[in-house]
Every structure is written in structure tokens, then in C-alpha cells.
T-cell receptor, first 112, second 115 residues
Framework: DAKTTQPPSMDCAEGRAANLPCNHS???????VYWYRQIHSQGPQYIIHGLKNNETNEMASLIITEDRKSSTLILPHATLRDTAVYYCIVRVDGTRAQKLVFGQGTRLTINP | KAGVTQTPRYLIKTRGQQVTLSCSPISGHRSVSWYQQTPGQGLQFLFEYFSETQRNKGNFPGRFSGRQFSNSRSEMNVSTLELGDSALYLC??????????????FGEGSRLTVL
């Protein structure tokens, strides 16, 4: 699985959009970009994933660059409950084995 | 639908002892994965079970083992505990069939402290 690079920490004001970047310059054509988050002392929570097109769900939007070497997770209206560590992961879908390779993630702090 | 349930949530053991952790996946999910989370190493994959068979294994010593039962419930065991085994152990479930996605459902974890 390709390696990802994320800033170790970010701050965002409550009510503003939080934009979390991720670099995955060695991503392969069949690897998807996944985002998870982990709120303190809880298990990781799936947020969103995509291959090449931008994706949006009730939690967030995922913007993937045309060359697929980087992506941005957008939380449109951040709340205090969005304070968490956010992990960007790339992996091949459709395989039998289930394994996620977590990096160090970005610690996002939402400030009131 | 109930989520992934892990027991116990907290436990304290001493060096040299062994521990067994349990995980009940979401109903209908056949794949169960285990992860170890420590401040120094972060989240690391331990192993995955599907239909009672280990399908994938991380880079951990043989003291770490697991199994899966016919009802998809899984247990992991750590023998001869070391101080470095103190960690949050997370279980994740997914449908597990070929063609599945990387959307895993994690439990709250079992926090093990080794004294």
C-alpha cells in the first residue's frame, strides 16, 4: 500500500471549513483514498473514500487532484465534536484481505 | 443494528501473564481484524480472520494469536505479557467478501495495562 504524508496537527475555528491535506505521490492506479478519524479513546470511524472523482457524503467531502497524488478532506462546518486525529489511507479495493495501514494522521483541533 | 462489541474494555495484567480479548462483529459480518494502538507505534495491524481462517497477518511475534468461531466472533490472545504490550487493542469488522471495500467498523477497544 502506498505511503501517505499528512501534517501532524491543524487548528480550525468552529463553524469554518476544515481542510485536511494528504499527499500520496506514489499511489497506484487501482488504489483508493480512504479517510478515517479517531476521537480520543474511541475506535477509528470511517469517513469517506474515493478513487479519482470527488466524493461527498453527510460527513465530509473528498477532493482528489487530477494526478491523484494528493487529496483534501473537507469538513464544511466544523464543530467541537470534530476534534480528532484524521487518518488518510490508500489501499486496493476488491481484494479478499482486509488490512489498513495507518500513518500518524493529523490531529485536528476545533477551537470555539 | 448493534455495532462491534469488545470485552473487556479495561484490564490490568502483570508481566508473564496471558490475556484473552473478545470481539463480536456486526451481525452478518464475516471478517474480523485486530489492531494494536500504542503512543509510540500508532495503529498497527495484527491479523484478520474470515470464516474461521486467518487471512492476513501483521508483523507481530508468535505470542500474539487469534481465532474466529463459526458465529464470526473472534478472540485474540497474548501470552507471556511484556510491559510493551500495554496498548489499546481494537477490533474491526466488515462483510469480508471478495470485492469488499476498506470500510471497516471498529469497536471501542480493550485497553490493556501490563504492570
Amino acid at each position: 500500500d502506498a505511503k501517505t504524508t499528512q501534517p501532524p496537527s491543524m487548528d480550525c475555528a468552529e463553524g469554518r471549513a476544515a481542510n485536511l491535506p494528504c499527499n500520496h505521490s506514489t499511489i497506484s492506479g487501482n488504489e483508493y483514498v480512504y479517510w478515517y478519524r479517531q476521537i480520543h479513546s474511541q475506535g477509528p470511524q470511517y469517513i469517506i473514500h474515493g478513487l479519482k472523482n470527488n466524493e461527498t457524503n453527510e460527513m465530509a467531502s473528498l477532493i482528489i487532484t487530477e494526478d491523484r497524488k494528493s487529496s483534501t478532506l473537507i469538513l464544511p462546518h466544523a464543530t467541537l465534536r470534530d476534534t480528532a486525529v484524521y487518518y488518510c489511507i490508500v489501499r486496493v479495493d476488491g481484494t479478499r484481505a482486509q488490512k489498513l495501514v495507518f500513518g500518524q494522521g493529523t490531529r485536528l483541533t476545533i477551537n470555539p | 443494528k448493534a455495532g462491534v462489541t469488545q470485552t473487556p474494555r479495561y484490564l490490568i495484567k502483570t508481566r508473564g501473564q496471558q490475556v484473552t480479548l473478545s470481539c463480536s462483529p456486526i451481525s452478518g459480518h464475516r471478517s474480523v481484524s485486530w489492531y494494536q494502538q500504542t503512543p509510540g507505534q500508532g495503529l498497527q495491524f495484527l491479523f484478520e480472520y474470515f470464516s474461521e481462517t486467518q487471512r492476513n497477518k501483521g508483523n507481530f511475534p508468535g505470542r500474539f494469536s487469534g481465532r474466529q468461531f463459526s458465529n464470526s466472533r473472534s478472540e485474540m490472545n497474548v501470552s507471556t505479557l511484556e510491559l510493551g504490550d500495554s496498548a489499546l487493542y481494537l477490533c474491526a469488522s466488515s462483510p469480508g467478501a471478495t470485492g469488499n471495500t476498506g470500510e471497516l467498523f471498529f469497536g471501542e477497544g480493550s485497553r490493556l495495562t501490563v504492570l
